[in-house]
């Protein structure tokens, strides 16, 4: 991918993820440290009875790392097999004879294409994440 779609794609990733971390997931951080500190409290507690009360508090939290992730694992995939679309019609059209200069307009305009497609997701993606975010903290 062009370095300057690159960049593009990895700046609006970026925001968004720290608008998440700001906004969702600093808070659920708080209330699983709060929630573990609660469990240490506990003097008549087993030592695995306060280690099930940790991983209690921790589940929250491991959950939105996880959502997050998977989110942005298959926004990455789609994006990758976009651009190998481009690759492949690219690759196409010189075996079929076509001057390399043409080819590499017709490549840019495609992958341009595929970035600007895909940073038209990013809003519904977010405000599908801080969704299912927020449904996890409750």
């Known amino acids: 991918m062009a370095d300057v779609q690159q960049l593009r794609v990895q700046e609006a990733v970026d925001t968004m993820v720290k608008s998440l971390e700001r906004e969702n997931i600093r808070k659920m951080q708080g209330l699983m440290f709060r929630c573990s500190a609660d ?24 959950q939105a790392q996880a959502l997050v992730t998977s989110e942005l694992e298959k926004f990455q995939d789609r994006l990758a097999r976009c651009t190998m679309h481009c690759n492949d019609k690219a690759k ?34 977010t405000k599908k994440m801080k969704e299912s975010l927020s449904s996890i903290q409750k």
């Open 39 to 62: 469990c240490c409290e506990d003097s008549q507690a087993s030592v695995q009875q306060v280690h099930q009360c940790i991983e209690r508090c921790h589940a929250p939290l491991a």
């Open 92 to 125: 196409d059209s010189i075996d079929a004879g076509s001057k390399e200069h043409p080819v590499k307009r017709q490549l840019e305009s495609c992958v341009t294409k595929c970035v600007d497609d895909h940073m038209n997701l990013i809003p519904t993606m």
